[in-house]
């Protein structure tokens, strides 16, 4: 089953100039082949900034590269620091920033020698506990812009081809449907037919990688889009000036990559959280992970081209957190862990100050692991969780009988979208008591 949750739909909006030197390739190398991590239909992948390695979010719906959460990171340079104001989706006001220029950027000798980013100093703009693993930032625009680059979802790797390797050209024109993209603002643009059940209509539409939901529609941007009857109001992720609140339902269909999908999931952001956003003409929403992951993708800028294959996951059903709770990765904690010893070597303590050993009694070992920690940031109106009587902050204990030590994000948001009716048993710490609750995931679209 898949997961459908919108963390982070970005909209950087920026008002002076820069220049780039761009990406490019060892003059030999006919393509860099990088291994990325999915997380909720994002995709992160590994980037040397100045000699330090750091996670990014690889993202189609940003124009430029901005870095945050490098507590972790003290080695990280940056040169050539200028103050500027970042605005985006969210409620609140512009947050602070800094431009830094001449820095080298570096992944699987793909690398960019001049590169401009922007660091954000806001300790509360950090989606690494909603994602479970640590991100230092989100790169976009200029990741793409020369190279035609490959999104093999099934295989979770990102290529960049070189401009003379003609034999890929030849073998995608075989085998993907291709299709014409529109690069405004330096972001990619694709026409779909949309369907709501009242009205058909053509719409202009953003590739957004960095969107781990279906289909975004703006009603502010089209009158004759409407919000179906049936749907819910929720909280749909975290953008650059704070939370985006909005409704989900379900459409009738729309296309993509030469398919159409009958009955996904919609994602109405309402006007407030929507109100730094500047739109192009005619754009009427975004297209996200929920779809693109369903195939292999190549972008190809230069050529305002998009090539697509359908993957593994086409045909998988468009689901959602059914139980109305968000979760969210709240740091690490150490766990002991005793165990036979069936070595014949006697026992051991692992310590978790200098790793030395000391011998114990009998046959026992046992060794302290750092385990992830959950808790409820969010709690749904009307939904089942709410009806149980769980409560913001709760951390997660037990689900299901599993403990949550040995969860990851992923695996609990699949449980909680995973089917109509199933019973989820949930046991929570609140305020030093812990408390077991038990409701039914409910459809409801």
């Known amino acids: 089953m898949r997961f459908l949750y919108s963390l982070f739909l970005f909209c950087i909006s920026l008002t002076f100039g820069f220049s780039q030197s761009g990406f490019q390739l060892p003059k030999n190398q006919k393509k860099a082949v990088i291994p990325f991590q999915m997380i909720n239909n994002l995709i992160f992948i590994p980037i040397q900034v100045n000699g330090e390695t750091l996670t990014f979010l690889l993202d189609t719906g940003v124009e430029e590269t901005v870095l945050f959460s490098l507590d972790d990171k003290e080695e990280v340079s940056l040169h050539q620091l200028e103050k500027i104001k970042l605005r985006g989706l969210g409620t609140n006001e512009a947050v602070e920033a800094f431009k830094s220029s001449a820095n080298k950027l570096e992944t699987a ?127 749909l992720g975290r953008g650059f000036s704070g939370n985006v609140y909005g409704h989900r ?12 999908f009958s009955q996904p999931i919609g994602t109405f952001p309402d006007s407030t959280s929507i109100r730094s956003v500047n739109f192009v003409a005619n754009r009427v929403g975004s297209i996200g992970g929920e779809v693109l992951s369903r195939f292999s993708v190549f972008f190809d800028y230069p050529n305002s081209s998009l090539f697509t294959k359908p993957g593994a996951k086409l045909k998988a059903p468009f689901n959602f957190n059914m139980s109305g709770l968000e979760i969210q990765h709240d740091g690490l904690e150490w766990v002991t862990q005793t165990y036979q010893d069936r070595s014949g070597n006697g026992s051991v303590i692992k310590t978790t100050q200098d790793n030395n050993f000391g011998h114990v009694q009998d046959n026992l070992k ?35 009988g599993k403990n949550a030590h040995y969860l990851t994000i992923e695996k609990i948001n699949e449980l909680l979208k995973s089917e109509d009716g199933r019973t989820i048993v949930i046991t929570v710490e609140r305020k030093g008591v812990q408390l077991t609750y038990k409701f039914q995931l409910k459809s409801i679209l």
């Open 366 to 400: 046992i060794k302290f692991e750092l385990k992830p920690v959950f808790r409820i940031f969010n709690v749904r109106e009307g939904s089942p969780a709410q009806a149980a009587g769980l409560q913001k902050d709760d951390r997660i204990i037990s689900l299901n």
């Open 249 to 260: 339902a379900r459409i009738a269909s729309f296309s993509f990559g030469s398919q159409t």
């Open 109 to 235: 000798g793909f690398a960019d020698e001049n590169h401009e980013m922007y660091l954000i100093l806001d300790q509360e703009f950090n989606f690494s506990s909603q994602v479970g693993i640590p991100v230092n930032g989100i790169i976009g625009y200029h990741f793409f812009k020369d190279h035609l680059v490959e999104i093999d979802y099934d295989r979770k790797k990102v290529i960049v081809y070189a401009d003379n390797y003609t034999k890929i050209r030849k073998r995608i024109r075989k085998t993907y449907a291709q299709e014409t993209i529109s690069l405004e603002n330096n972001k990619p643009y694709y026409v779909s037919t949309i369907n709501t059940t009242i009205h058909k209509r053509t719409s202009k539409l953003l590739i957004d990688t960095g969107n781990s939901d279906a289909i975004w529609l703006f009603l502010s941007e089209a009158e004759d889009i409407s919000l179906p009857s049936k749907n819910i109001q929720c909280y």
